[in-house]
């Protein structure tokens, strides 16, 4: 057991506990309990933006997937990162200014009917326990190689931490563990950066230059084709990726945490540039794992690469930096689960409990009650799914659960937003369409089938592609432009004028 870790892990869960606490006593309604009041400001926000997409996947996944494929692990970061003008341009705002507490309160501000919302809140709850189960996995591994905690046990300790902060601190306690683990985060990976390019006296290309002979696969692994040999395939992950965050839950609830639009935007400008500097120290620690731990010991750690960045710190500046980095990984989780658990919670107590079971007429103490009570339950449904994906590199688990958002929720957003004919049938169509269509494909993909017993089931895939993005995507817009168009009722023209300048100017015109 590494007991310097054990110490950090401490130091980290005790701090952030205490975040809880405080942020406990300020929460007294529904509105601090989902949004913190409103209160944050644009780089609190963007901080915690940051932190929300700065996960588990990003800085294990990522730099472990660069590790071992070289040039096809940049696929993971370089559609993530350019996701966030795609939601700059086109959500963020409108987002803002439509909603209230959840993605369905703003898809519901054009169709207002049980049917819509519901379908909104059901896509939200699977999106955040697909995204989940990529955090506890990366969660499982960490502390399974550090303490020597079985991975099951691991999943139960992490589960229980992040339930706490949502249970008793709501989106404050969230927002600001966020903020706190992107901080520290940064920390870590600069001073990892530093001491890779010391290594090579901070000649870059004399970096590339080694890695050409640090592996097998000689001069191919900073050519793409090692992982994804299949063109479309990468396509298809790609344009997952870069639609994916617009759709993504927990990231978008966060727009509702700050006063109004201009806000909205500022925080992610900042967002965007936290999260660029991150990705492009992340390659560098990608390469320098090849280089100074080698493959072999990163495999024999994990499989799939999950621990590429804690053995890099360990290689270069020993046992205390690899307990630092870990425990960053580690709040990096908590932060990221937190924030999942709190999305997934408030589309069922807001949209299920309150909006469609209530009919709007709960009281805010019995709305909070039944948040806390579907936290605890996504956290046991997260963590019972993540028990069969232990060895699935964590990256590669996020970019799928950023597939099903784009393809559940992206194509829904934007025709409530641009599109006058888009009708109450459309909306319903595309949400299950997308929804369905992901999960089904999923199934029958390379992640769940092998020939060779790699994949959760032995068997030939009958899905070619080990992400459906290119496909799942398109399913979504034609099922909402096939819906509006096949349904007898049709749009309600007024409807769509005001939310057209409600998305504009602000729920005050």
Excluded at 233 to 259: E, K, Y
Excluded at 437 to 448: D, E, K, Q
Aim: proline share 3%; net charge positive.
């Amino acid at each position: 057991m590494n007991y310097t870790a054990l110490a950090l892990f401490c130091i980290i869960v005790i701090a952030t506990l205490f975040i809880t606490y405080y942020a406990a006593k300020r929460t007294k309604n529904a509105n601090q309990f989902y949004t913190a009041g409103g209160g944050l400001t644009g780089w609190q926000n963007g901080l915690a933006i940051g932190g929300d997409f700065m996960s588990a996947s990003s800085f294990l996944g990522i730099v472990g997937g660069i590790a071992l494929t070289g040039f096809d692990g940049l696929y993971l970061l370089l559609g993530a990162l350019v996701s966030y003008l795609v939601v700059m341009y086109l959500v963020a705002e409108p987002l803002r200014n439509l909603g209230k507490y959840t993605l369905a309160d703003m898809i519901t501000a054009r169709f207002n009917t049980k049917k819509v919302r519901g379908a909104a809140a059901v896509n939200t709850i699977v999106i955040s326990i697909f995204y989940m189960i990529a955090q506890l996995v990366g969660a499982g591994v960490l502390i399974k190689l550090l303490l020597g905690i079985g991975f099951s046990t691991s999943l139960i300790i992490v589960g229980v931490l992040m339930t706490v902060y949502v249970l008793f601190g709501g989106m404050t306690a969230t927002s600001w563990v966020q903020i706190i683990k992107a901080s520290l985060l940064m920390v870590g990976t600069f001073i990892l950066f530093i001491l890779v390019l010391s290594k090579f006296n901070f000649n870059i290309m004399a970096m590339f230059d080694q890695i050409k002979h640090a592996t097998p696969l000689g001069e191919k692994f900073l050519n793409p084709g090692i992982k994804n040999t299949n063109g479309l395939d990468a396509i298809s992950l790609n344009i997952g990726l870069l639609l994916g965050t617009a759709g993504l839950p927990h990231v978008l609830m966060r727009f509702f945490t700050v006063q109004d639009a201009k806000t909205a935007r500022k925080s992610v400008t900042v967002a965007t540039w936290v999260i660029s500097i991150f990705y492009v120290m992340a390659v560098f620690l990608g390469f320098g794992a090849t280089l100074l731990v080698g493959t072999k010991s990163i495999t024999q750690a994990n499989p799939a690469g999950n621990m590429a960045a804690p053995l890099l710190a360990q290689a270069l500046g020993g046992n205390f930096m690899f307990a630092f980095i870990c425990a960053v990984a580690f709040a990096t989780i908590l932060a990221v689960v937190a924030g999942i658990v709190l999305s997934g919670a408030s589309a069922f107590a807001h949209d299920f409990y309150n909006e469609i079971i209530r009919g709007g007429k709960a009281t805010e103490k019995e709305q909070v009650r039944a948040a806390r009570i579907a936290a605890i339950s996504v956290a046991v449904i997260s963590i019972i799914l993540a028990l069969f994906a232990k060895n699935l590199n964590v990256a590669f688990l996020g970019s799928l659960a950023l597939t099903l958002a784009a393809s559940a929720n992206l194509p829904v957003i934007l025709y409530t937003i641009y599109w006058r004919k888009f009708n109450t049938a459309g909306a319903i169509t595309s949400m299950v369409v997308g929804l369905a269509g992901t999960i089904i494909l999923v199934f029958l993909s390379p992640n769940v089938w092998d020939p060779e017993g790699h994949a959760i089931l032995i068997g030939k895939p009958i899905f070619p592609l080990a992400s459906p993005g290119i496909v799942s995507i398109p399913l979504s817009f034609i099922g909402g432009y096939l819906g509006t168009v096949l349904s007898r009722k049709k749009a309600n023209k007024e409807d769509f004028d005001k939310v057209l300048v409600q998305s504009n100017l602000g729920k005050d015109v």
